[in-house]
């Protein structure tokens, strides 16, 4: 590939090395919401980030594109460790990548996320122990029957399984009535205290059962190898130093893959923007 090494590392510079290696670079779109998108043996950066942190999403989404020539199971399940390193011995590699995914996107800690899920928890056993001071042998995990008995032949029934219920009163004229598990008391003021919590911890239950589904999905997104390898290329590319302490075994195997030109284009990138390497 013939380029000028002697140009400094801009969002310019990286986008022009990469129309040069016929990726098509489009930056006035979206990219679906995210900062970037590879797809195709294309790029799209989004309009809205800004000059600072776009040559890292290049690198990034130019990670993917390498992927993709050296794997041919990346579009189908998003390739594998081994096949990336060229080893089976993946088992440090892929935890030193997790770390780096973790300093490098703080959103992949899922801190948010965690911190709900055990805040969720400690609301539930709390309201668990509100109900059992009046009905001692009340559990979660079996069926409630003073309250399946008292809730029969009330609307607050459809609120065990859902947060909001809407339903139309009136015969000719309808008009609609809605539900909340947040307007309870005032909805059904008459309904005892032990019933409206538990049906407090049914809606409980299910933000906790989101909450959990949430958490494994993004978990799964995370620690997929092509996401780990990209965040990993990005992550060396801008700061090497950093990155070599928190994966120095990644870091060697990579480096020598990279030096066999088993990365292909990438060498070229780190050739001429890397100064350390």
Partial sequence: MLY?????????NVIEFLRNCGIEVKTNTKARGNQGLYQKNRIDLSRNIKDDK????????FAHHIHSKIDKDFIKNSGTLEKLFD?????????????????????SRLTVFLDAKEETAKTIKSMQSAIKREYPDFLRSKKFPEFERYIKNSEAKYLVKY??????KGFFFKKEHILTVKNLENDFPDMPKAFQIYIRLCSMQRKQSKLAR??????????????????????????????????????????ELLDKGYYKELKDLFDIFQKKY
Avoid: Q, W
């Fill in 4 to 12: 000028d090494k002697s140009k400094p590392l801009t969002k310019r």
């Fill in 54 to 61: 776009a040559i890292a999403v290049l690198v990034h989404e």
């Fill in 87 to 107: 080893t089976k011995d993946i088992e440090n590699i892929k935890s030193e990548l997790i770390n780096v995914t973790r300093l490098t996107d703080k959103n």
């Fill in 163 to 168: 947060d909001a219920i809407r339903i139309m």
């Fill in 214 to 255: 949430r958490i494994n999905k993004l978990t799964k997104y995370y620690e997929k190898p092509t996401e780990l390898f990209a965040r990993y290329v990005s992550g060396y590319f801008m700061t090497p130093e950093t990155i070599e302490t928190v994966a120095p075994a990644t870091t060697n195997r990579f480096l």
